[in-house]
């Protein structure tokens, strides 16, 4: 069945409830627990989790939640959306509105509640306050939400981190200055696209530098002396720079790093690539990195450059359960939410972690109200402490989540390869050695 409601600006609410209970493999203890799950997502073409990648997830993962636990637990599914809010910036902190109302017209509070969304950093932060206040479950997809987790025991965090407060060990720049021994690093951070993001982290982890010296630095504009001013400040403060930038800017800053000798083998610059499918102007680095629509020239020159510069992605292992589930989503995407996925292009890891929260929520729940009882499962605090420390086998993938309630992902450092047409998996955490293909003269840093 499903229920439409106009609540303030939102074009639909909908609610999707079981007809039929499916009998389950878990122990029923006498009572129906009601769970509603609270979904946010955005709609337009650039975000990461919009509607048309976070939808099909959420649906696969809401009818296998009926599936594997419905004779213990009741799950509805309402979710949030105004297909006009496109952005971060429009959408704001409408959510907050949204998930108020829904709390509120329960005036009895029986229904347990976990909130998912919405990859916006504002919005997390709000949201965050209100998990918190109402102590319930609060999944969050991207980076973002409360820089201090000790304050915020309801929140877990099933984002790859790259960065976060320096004391929380789950992100991977943290990682990386642990595994290289480094005293110091530098952001570059560019003035469009991943810039807020990149300030926002650095501001939240640069207090914490206990033996390590943490600079950031920010391009306000992306005019080639702008950037070699940048780079010439760097390099005389740390040899590790990470940069945070669109694909075109990360061509000009190396091949500006060229141009002012740190492309020798002194220096090492680091950039991330998440996903292999464009996103505005997010830009795969995919094969041959160093030519961009319009700019190949110098190509040798930028091939050169690019030997200095380490790809950090997310290990991608394949298994047949993860293929499986792929095929769905896309299949899915098509027939109800117009989408239809390029040939090569795999479920994005941030809509991913929509789907590993929900099947995370499902194993804690039924085994709070299996083992705890009914009551302990509206107190989301310990719902959380449950689910944090631990690693779930999902897709055949492990799912580890620290003691702070942050997932510990698989990342791999990539390098050009020695035909100098692609980036290439270098180093990398539970990959197995089959995946490392080589070795090349920067082998002080990386190597398998």
């Not at 929509?354 to 009551?375: H, P, Q, S």
Request: aromatic content about 12%; charged content about 20%.
């Amino acid at each position: 069945m499903t229920l439409c409601f106009g609540i303030m600006e939102v074009l639909s609410i909908f609610s999707l409830i079981a007809a039929v209970m499916l009998t389950t493999s878990s122990v029923t203890v006498g009572a129906v627990v009601n769970v509603s799950l609270l979904e946010f997502v955005l709609g337009g073409k650039r975000d990461y989790t919009r509607w048309e990648l976070s939808g099909p997830v959420f649906d696969i993962g809401f009818q296998e939640l009926q599936r594997d636990y419905g004779g213990t637990l009741n799950f509805t599914q309402v979710r949030f959306f105004n297909l006009t809010y496109t952005s971060c910036w429009n959408l704001g902190e409408m959510p907050v509105l949204w998930a108020s109302e829904n709390y509120y017209n329960d005036p009895s509070n029986s229904t347990v509640r976990a909130i998912f969304g919405t990859g916006c950093p504002v919005s997390t932060d709000t949201l965050s306050d209100l998990a918190r206040e109402w102590n319930i479950p609060y999944m969050i997809p991207m980076v973002g939400g409360p820089g201090d987790k000790s304050r915020f025991p309801t929140i877990t965090s099933l984002a790859p981190l790259t960065w976060t407060d320096m004391h929380r060990n789950a992100s991977v720049i943290t990682r990386l200055m642990v595994a290289n021994n480094w005293t110091s690093v530098g952001y570059l951070c560019s003035s469009t696209g991943p810039s807020y993001e990149c300030r926002l982290r650095f501001d939240q982890h640069s207090e914490f530098r206990v033996n390590k010296r943490i600079y950031q630095f920010n391009l306000d504009s992306e005019s080639v002396d702008n950037i070699k001013f940048a780079l010439d400040t760097m390099k005389a403060q740390t040899n590790v720079i990470v940069i945070v930038a669109f694909k075109n800017l990360i061509r000009s800053i190396m091949m500006a790093a060229a141009e002012l000798g740190m492309t020798n083998g002194d220096y090492v610059f680091y950039a991330f690539d998440y996903y292999d499918a464009p996103i505005g102007e997010s830009l795969p680095l995919g094969t041959r990195p160093w030519m961009i629509d319009g700019l190949n020239d110098h190509e040798e020159e930028a091939k050169l450059a690019y030997r200095s510069l380490f790809v950090v992605s997310l290990a991608n292992v394949k298994t047949p359960e993860h293929d499986r589930f792929s095929q769905d989503v896309k299949s899915l995407a098509a027939r109800q939410y117009n989408y239809t996925y390029s040939e090569n292009e795999n479920i994005n890891p941030f809509a991913m972690s929509e789907y590993y929260a929900m099947k995370i929520l499902g194993v804690v729940l039924n085994e709070t109200v299996t083992i705890d009882g009914v009551a302990a499962a509206s107190d989301g605090a310990g719902l959380s402490k449950r689910m944090w420390n631990r690693t779930y086998n999902i897709l055949g993938r492990q799912i580890v989540l620290d003691e702070n309630g942050d997932r510990v992902a698989d990342w791999v450092v990539n390098q050009l390869d020695p035909g100098g047409n692609a980036f290439r998996v270098g180093r990398g955490e539970n990959v197995p050695s089959e995946m490392c293909l080589f070795v090349n003269i920067h082998t002080l840093f990386y190597g398998c």
